[in-house]
């Protein structure tokens, strides 16, 4: 296996210049596209990274994965690790790539592993319900 390309991608730990913290959501957290509830956990991480709205991070095991199409988008953060993404067909094209994940998180922020994350203007809503 060729490890070039992993060399040239930067890591970088959150610290006092970019905090990163990671907290279990209050509540119950739902998101919603064209009726239907896509994901619904007590179990969301809430992911508050400077410079950036708080992120929900919600359990895979907590999403219908059915209604999930994993697409050929990629990205990568120095702070979290290589990004893959999802779109929720039954949103139409408003939510394509409307999901990300880090399946192989960094180090300091292993909690999101496992997880799914919502881009707020490519779903109905995302709920936080106390």
Request: charged content about 25%; glycine content about 6%.
């Amino acid at each position: 296996m060729d490890n070039t390309l992993d060399k040239c991608k930067e890591i970088r730990i959150p610290g006092p210049d970019h905090p990163i913290m990671i907290s279990p959501a209050e509540g119950k957290v739902r998101v919603t596209v064209a009726g239907k509830i896509v994901a619904e956990s007590t179990q969301a991480l809430r992911l508050e990274e400077k410079g950036y709205p708080p992120v929900y991070y919600l359990p895979r095991d907590d999403a219908d994965m059915s209604l999930l199409v994993r697409t050929t988008q990629s990205t990568y953060c120095p702070y979290k690790g290589d990004c893959s993404y999802y779109s929720i067909p039954i949103g139409g094209p408003k939510s394509e790539n409307a999901v990300w994940t880090y399946e192989m998180p960094h180090e300091a922020v292993a909690d999101i592993k496992e997880h799914l994350a919502f881009y707020p203007m490519r779903v109905d809503a995302i709920e936080v319900i106390t």
